[in-house]
């Protein structure tokens, strides 16, 4: 996390998709050992910016593909 509250966010579209295409994705944090919370839906390329987050903190992200079938399992 940056001193402004904003990171950058990469990833690689997954390699299986179970036989149908990827729609988009979900994007979800969580902070120390607190549960996921949902971050950003509806994500339709492979990079985002989360922002107003807390300065000087540290992150955890995780995303999932979605697509007919539901969401995939989560990004390493």
């Known amino acids: 996390m ?15 998709n179970g036989g149908s ?3 988009d994705y ?4 969580k902070t120390g050992s607190a549960a996921f919370s949902v971050l950003a839906t509806g994500i339709t390329t492979t990079s985002y910016t ?11 992200f995780k ?7 539901g969401l995939g399992t989560d990004s390493s």
């Open 2 to 16: 940056t001193a402004s509250g904003t990171v950058g966010l990469k990833w690689s579209a997954p390699s299986s």
């Open 21 to 23: 295409p990827v729609i």
């Open 26 to 29: 979900q994007i979800s944090y």
């Open 50 to 60: 989360a922002s107003s987050l807390t300065a000087d903190a540290i992150y955890t």
């Open 63 to 69: 995303v999932n593909a979605r697509n007919l079938v």
